[in-house]
């Protein structure tokens, strides 16, 4: 499925995406919402149970913006986000 059409008509200021999802992995979300022109813009987060080592290269690459581990206080990701919103 497409991202654009899950999105059509509203588009976010910031995505928090996994990287193991059904249908589409988060780099696969990352690379389409950057395609796209209506959210090549948008900030992008991957909140995942992978280490950062393991994805910060093809993360990076592939348009992600923040990362944030899962299984750690929410109040990381809470923060992290605050961060990039300010």
Same mark, same amino acid.
């Given at each position: 499925?497409?991202v654009?059409? !899950? @999105?059509?008509?509203? %588009?976010p200021?910031?995505?928090?995406?996994?990287?193991?999802?059904p249908?589409?992995? *988060? +780099?696969?979300?990352?690379?389409q919402?950057?395609?796209?022109?209506?959210?090549?813009?948008? !900030? @992008?987060?991957?909140? %995942?149970?992978?280490?950062?080592?393991?994805?910060?290269?093809?993360?990076?690459?592939? *348009? +992600?913006?923040?990362y944030?581990?899962?299984?750690?206080?929410?109040?990381?990701l809470l923060?992290?986000?605050?961060?990039?919103?300010?």
């Amino acid at each position: 499925m497409a991202v654009a059409h !899950v @999105i059509n008509g509203w %588009t976010p200021d910031i995505a928090v995406v996994d990287i193991n999802m059904p249908g589409v992995d *988060g +780099f696969e979300v990352a690379r389409q919402l950057r395609q796209d022109e209506q959210t090549r813009h948008v !900030v @992008i987060v991957v909140f %995942t149970a992978q280490d950062e080592f393991t994805i910060r290269a093809k993360g990076i690459a592939g *348009g +992600f913006d923040g990362y944030c581990q899962k299984g750690r206080a929410s109040d990381l990701l809470l923060r992290l986000l605050e961060q990039i919103a300010g």
